[in-house]
Structure formats: C-alpha cells, structure tokens
C-alpha cells in the first residue's frame, strides 16, 4: 500500500515516483476535490497510450493494475495504493487489468 504520483516530465512522457505523506505538505491538509467516481474493470481490460483527462486521485479499491511508461517500464498497484495521476499532456501511459479479479477504483478529480 502506497502514494503515488503519475505526471509529464518535460521529456513529454509520464513519470512515476513515491510520495512520502510525512513530507507532502498540502496532500495532508487537503486538496479541493467535488466528486467520487467508482469503476469496476473487467479481468484482461486494457487501454493503449492515453493522457489522464484531468488531474486526478484513482485509488484502488480491489484487484491489481499495472501503468505502462513510455521508458518501458511498468508500475503494479493493489488494494490500498493511491495514485495522483497527472500526465494530462503528452503521450500519456497504459493501463491494464493484472488481476484474476476485477479492479474496483475510486476517482476522485481535483478542482
């Protein structure tokens, strides 16, 4: 279980790095946010390169979904990681479901 950031370097290609909570400042005393979104993912769901549509919280709930980088590397996330997910300009990353389960999330956009 951890925190995480996805975001656009200036290479034009998304990143990923830990987020250590002790040391994040603003994420403890609270970001403005409006809305909730669940989703579930079906076992085998892909989605090719795409920027995220907004700056964003997807938290996972259930199941385990790997983020593919445009170095080549790939992420997994588990039940209880969260990730601030703001590559919203360009190639974006790849999403894909790794479980034998369904993912469940939690989305959460921020204003």
């Not at 250590?20 to 979104?37: F, V």
């Amino acid at each position: 279980m951890g925190t995480f950031r996805l975001y656009t370097g200036p290479d034009g290609q998304s990143h990923t790095e830990t987020i250590d909570l002790e040391k994040a400042g603003d994420w403890t005393k609270g970001l403005p946010a409006g809305s909730i979104q669940f989703r579930t993912w079906p076992v085998g769901q892909f989605l090719d390169w795409h920027p995220a549509p907004r700056r964003q919280f997807v938290i996972i709930l259930h199941g385990r979904l790997e983020i593919g980088l445009g170095d080549g590397t790939t992420h997994v996330f588990g039940p209880g990681d969260a990730r601030l997910v703001e590559d919203t300009t360009g190639k974006g990353h790849t999403t894909r479901v790794v479980s034998t389960e369904p993912v469940v999330t939690a989305t959460v956009p921020l204003a």
